[in-house]
């Protein structure tokens, strides 16, 4: 049994600094739109790249760039000068489906990791991409027996990639699943002109829809309207059976996804996966990380999905975020008192008491909850402060002006999410 790199997602400083301090072996993102989250919201700038490597190097943490869409030939400009760039950096390696981009990278001497995106569904295909990839993510369908006899063949044949060693295997193993193969879909692209395979998907799947009678006009609403809706993977409970299989690389789905979803997911499979190297790991354990994953953002979570034998997703039964927990921007952070271990906080929009939980978000803190155990407001110990107020609170480790305070509560019923 080998123990599997916690690949975790990184769309922003805040998540990539999440990413390095929750256990992460490696990081995967994105710079500029030349890949499957193209927007500007969760991707870095070329002038960010030098950044990012030093943030790994220092954290021992390898990363790899995004370069996972299809492209085309006024592009290719574009791609020879990222993948400059990426060498320059000194990326890890590059995860891409495009040959054109798998060529240019290994021009480069750039590792590839081939994505999801090229569907490898068969041995024959794996054999052909070996010559080029160093990793390979098969088909988001295929069972984990599939997959298992891939790793067996691997070995058995010795198939290598271009750095000499037996090509790894990496599964996703939590977050969002397409309604379409392997994520191949036009739903958006018919719709909006906007094309999920330029990564500009606008999600019209995860909408409710009701079937039309085109002879008469009669309409019917079904029982469950997200019928392309698929519900979010949760592997935390097979993780055995996917390091008894073999599996090199877990990838945690989620570069668009907020600092606090990344630390508690990738902090969740590092617990899990090395609870199962020390032979520690149990149903209970699976159970209350389970719980954690529930805290941040998800649409239900579908247990071991293709990878056990099952032919169809489970829908999500109901729009947006699931979790029963919600996230209420508070304010920020105004100053840092390093030696008494003490954070101001300037209550812009909510009121805070003793008791409540936040979270402290921030490009170098990442995400950092605390538990207001006590607090000072007006010079004297308080139980309680209002919006407007100006706080002090003891803090675990330290946090940055101008980072962002949430305050965490339950959801009330019948009340919308406001994550």
């Known amino acids: 049994m080998i123990k599997p790199v916690i690949m975790a997602p990184a769309g922003s400083f805040e998540s990539l600094s999440a990413a390095l301090r929750s256990g992460a072996d490696a990081v995967y993102f994105g710079v500029g739109t030349l890949n499957m989250r193209s927007g500007a919201a969760v991707n870095f700038t070329e002038s960010d790249l030098t950044k990012v490597m030093r943030l ?36 890890d390696a590059v995860i891409a489906s495009d040959l054109a981009v798998i060529l240019a990278a290994r021009r480069r001497g750039i590792p590839v990791h081939l994505s999801v995106q090229a569907n490898v569904s068969n041995l024959e295909s794996l054999r052909f991409y070996a010559q080029y990839c160093d990793v390979v993510v098969p088909a988001r369908e295929l069972s984990l027996s599939a997959i298992k006899h891939f790793i067996n063949s691997i070995a058995a044949e010795n198939i290598t990639g271009p750095g000499g060693e037996p090509v790894k295997i990496e599964l996703f193993a939590h977050g969002a699943l397409c309604v379409a193969v392997s994520g191949k879909c036009y739903m958006s692209l018919t719709k909006y002109n906007a094309s999920a395979n330029r990564g500009a998907c ?98 239900g979570f579908w247990h071991g999905g ?17 979790s029963p927990v919600q996230k209420i921007h508070a304010g920020k952070v105004t100053r840092y008192f390093s030696r008494a271990g003490i954070a101001e906080l300037t209550l812009e929009a909510q009121g805070v008491k003793v008791g409540d939980r936040l979270l402290i978000t921030g490009p170098t803190t990442g995400a950092l909850e605390v538990t207001v155990e006590s607090m000072r407001f007006n010079d ?40």
């Open 56 to 91: 790994c190097r220092a954290a021992g943490v390898k990363a790899y760039l995004t370069l996972n869409i299809i492209i085309y030939d006024n592009e290719l400009e574009r791609v020879e000068s990222l993948l400059d760039a990426a060498a320059s950096a000194g990326v």
């Open 306 to 322: 293709y990878y056990l034998g099952e032919e169809f997703g489970e829908w999500s039964g109901a729009g947006g975020n699931h």
């Open 202 to 299: 606008l999600q019209n799947c995860r909408r409710r829809y009701r079937v039309i009678d085109l002879d008469d006009g009669n309409a019917m609403d079904l029982e469950n309207g997200y019928v392309m809706s698929p519900a979010d993977l949760c592997m935390i409970r097979f993780i055995p059976e996917l390091m008894s299989a073999g599996v090199s690389v877990l990838k945690l789905e989620g570069r668009g996804r907020s600092a606090d979803y990344v630390a508690v997911v990738t902090q969740a499979y590092r617990r899990a996966v090395d609870a199962v190297a020390s032979g520690t790991f149990t149903p209970e354990l699976a159970g209350q990380l389970e719980a954690q994953l529930n805290t941040v953002f998800n649409r």
């Open 380 to 419: 004297a110990e308080a139980a309680s402060a209002p919006k407007g107020g100006i706080i002090t609170i003891p803090v675990d480790r330290k946090v940055r002006i101008n980072d962002k305070v949430f305050l965490v509560t339950e959801r009330r019923f019948g009340e919308p999410l406001r994550n």
